[in-house]
T-cell receptor, first 116, second 113 residues
Framework: AQSVTQPDIHITVSEGASLELRCNYS??????LFWYVQSPGQGLQLLLK??????LVQGIKGFEAEFKRSQSSFNLRKPSVHWSDAAEYFC??????????????FGTGTQLKVEL | NAGVTQTPKFQVLKTGQSMTLQCAQD?????MYWYRQDPGMGLRLIYY???????DKGEVPNGYNVSRLNKREFSLRLESAAPSQTSVYFC????????????FGEGSRLTVL
């Protein structure tokens, strides 16, 4: 079955340090891939998305993500974290279903804490 | 810039009571969704409406009903609330294409006692 896995439930980084959040998917082909961010008490906001082409995609707020087909991964990165980046981050994948249609599946999220 | 608006933001119910969560979007989107968010489980799709006049079950539809009232509005009803339905509920909308970004409301926190 199609699935999205975010292996890290919590991550803590110091302000100014680099960040990498992991995301793996299980699927027979390449799905459409997304990263969303959720600030406390808010809904989710799209950071970036990947459909095809260049495997390194740029998003808002200085985030980028790299798609690696061989590893079925779509990891989110930021070179220098700011205190305002503290939030929960969700990876999502849109899979084509064998019976037709498509399904957007979210990972369970990674909570990012930023130490000053 | 209203985007997606959900009401109410907070609600406390007793077991067996009914209630309706309202959602409206002003982006002329075709598709609308209801998700629930529970700790450690991410977002799970309850129901969705691919276009005005259609609704379909998602992953966790039991205990819920929906109505796509018009293109703007999509409501979620709990007919007989249960403690297992304590959650944060999010409405979202999109253009309806696979590439389409989901736009989320701010959420409705529901507690069932």
């Amino acid at each position: 079955a199609q699935s999205v896995t975010q292996p890290d439930i919590h991550i803590t980084v110091s302000e100014g340090a680099s960040l990498e959040l992991r995301c793996n998917y299980s699927y027979g082909a390449t799905p459409y891939l997304f990263w969303y961010v959720q600030s406390p008490g808010q809904g989710l906001q799209l950071l970036l998305k990947y459909f095809s082409g260049d495997t390194l995609v740029q998003g808002i707020k200085g985030f980028e993500a790299e798609f690696k087909r061989s590893q079925s991964s779509f990891n989110l990165r930021k070179p220098s974290v700011h205190w305002s980046d503290a939030a929960e981050y969700f990876c999502a994948a849109d899979f084509i279903l064998t019976g037709g249609g498509n399904k957007l599946t979210f990972g369970t999220g990674t909570q990012l804490k930023v130490e000053l | 810039n209203a985007g997606v608006t959900q009401t109410p933001k907070f609600q406390v119910l007793k077991t067996g009571q009914s209630m309706t969560l309202q959602c409206a979007q002003d982006m002329n989107h075709n598709s609308m969704y209801w998700y629930r968010q529970d700790p450690g489980m991410g977002l799970r799709l309850i129901y969705y409406s691919a276009s005005e006049g259609t609704t379909d079950k998602g992953e966790v539809p039991n205990g819920y009903n929906v109505s796509r009232l018009n293109k703007r509005e999509f409501s979620l009803r709990l007919e007989s609330a249960a403690p297992s339905q304590t959650s944060v509920y999010f409405c979202a909308s999109s253009t309806g294409t696979r590439a389409g970004e989901l736009f989320f409301g701010e959420g409705s926190r529901l507690t069932v006692l």
